[in-house]
Antibody, heavy 123, light 107 residues
Framework: QLQLQESGPGLVKPSETLSLTCTVS??????????WGWIRQPPGKGLEWIGS???????YYNPSLKSRVTISVDTSKNQFSLKLSSVTAADTAVYYC???????????????WGQGTLVTVSS | SYELTQPPSVSVSPGQTARITCSGD??????AYWYQQKPGQAPVLVIY???ERPSGIPERFSGSSSGTTVTLTISGVQAEDEADYYC??????????FGGGTKLTVL
């Protein structure tokens, strides 16, 4: 049974880069069946997809964040990572990593999710 | 940009049927997915591909689709079903989109 766990700093200064890592257990990140994704949720608000990556390194991002986002994968550690540059207070959110199932083109869903980690952007 | 529209809130009494809708122009062509999120917890997938139920999800959860609207139905609502529910789909370019969420209150 897949389990995902986010880790990283809980506080980031404005204009700096937010960096988070997701560790996958109970399965291989190199499985051909899965992509791996990041989703965020500002306090008291809804969900926003950030982007997803395949174990080969193939990525696709939310166009609204694409210029600031980099998602990478480390198959040797069974981990994938998120970097979000030039952060502002608007990037304060709970960040979730999730297993991304892509059954066919445009058939995309997330299951399971990590527990989430709150990142606050503040000086 | 593509949007999915959900009612902000739905209220039902225990044992009644709750119906939560999600509207979007592309839904006749794209599948929808539903997540349950309880306070302080991560979302959990409850319906995929409009009407499929993952293993471990109670049978009282079901999904349906008609035109530009998909519906999550919870039959015989229990107190433990009180949560936020989000629909999700993708636009024609593959961008994943979530609805704004519906707070289900069990009276």
């Amino acid at each position: 049974q897949l389990q995902l766990q986010e880790s990283g700093p809980g506080l980031v200064k404005p204009s700096e880069t937010l960096s988070l890592t997701c560790t996958v257990s109970g399965g291989s990140i190199s499985s051909s069946s899965y992509y791996w994704g990041w989703i965020r949720q500002p306090p008291g608000k809804g969900l926003e997809w950030i982007g997803s990556i395949y174990y080969s390194g193939s990525t696709y991002y939310n166009p609204s964040l694409k210029s600031r986002v980099t998602i990478s994968v480390d198959t040797s550690k069974n981990q994938f990572s998120l970097k979000l540059s030039s952060v502002t207070a608007a990037d304060t959110a709970v960040y979730y990593c999730a297993n991304t199932i892509i059954a066919a083109r445009l058939e995309v869903w997330f299951d399971p999710w990590g527990q989430g980690t709150l990142v606050t952007v503040s000086s | 940009s593509y949007e999915l529209t959900q009612p902000p809130s739905v209220s039902v009494s225990p044992g009644q049927t709750a119906r939560i809708t999600c509207s979007g122009d592309a839904l006749p062509k794209q599948y929808a997915y539903w997540y349950q999120q309880k306070p302080g917890q991560a979302p959990v997938l409850v319906i995929y591909k409009d009407s499929e139920r993952p293993s471990g999800i109670p049978e009282r959860f079901s999904g349906s689709s008609s035109g530009t609207t998909v519906t999550l139905t919870i039959s015989g609502v229990q107190a433990e079903d009180e949560a936020d529910y989000y629909c999700q789909s993708a636009d024609s370019s593959g961008t994943v989109v979530f609805g704004g969420g519906t707070k289900l209150t069990v009276l």
